[in-house]
């Protein structure tokens, strides 16, 4: 078990795994529930720079993305928009991009992040 670092965990989960060189970052969701797609965008990309920063990593290192929308034929150019502007343009991460019904229906977007450390 040495060889993995859990960070911030919980009963439920590590908000952080890093192993074999690895950060896996859990889906991370907005706080402030009551913004529109870009609000919540631009809120849970900033918590993945807090979270990649505490793996010892950056978005230039990420290699997977998955986003999970609410409700993907409103808010997907919405989420690409705020995504377009964060994203390192030199550096792009694998991605996918799906609708599901999230965990509080006030949500409209969850990420997960894994990165290079």
């Known amino acids: 078990m040495s060889d993995i670092q859990r960070i911030d965990s919980n009963e439920r989960l590590s908000r952080i795994v890093i192993h074999g ?3 896996h970052v859990a889906g991370v969701t907005a706080s402030d529930r009551s ?4 609000a919540q965008t631009r809120e849970v990309l900033q918590k993945i720079d807090g979270y990649l920063a505490q793996a010892g ?8 993305v998955q986003i999970w929308l609410k409700d993907i034929d409103r808010d997907f150019a919405g989420m ?6 964060w994203a390192d343009k030199a550096n792009m991460p694998t991605r996918a991009t799906c609708e599901a019904k999230l965990a509080a229906p006030e949500l409209l977007v969850e990420i997960i992040v894994s990165a290079a450390v």
């Open 35 to 38: 913004g529109d797609i870009g």
């Open 57 to 64: 990593t950056d978005k230039s290192r990420l290699l997977n």
């Open 80 to 85: 690409n928009a705020v995504w377009g502007e």
């Open 21 to 23: 060189g690895v950060a």
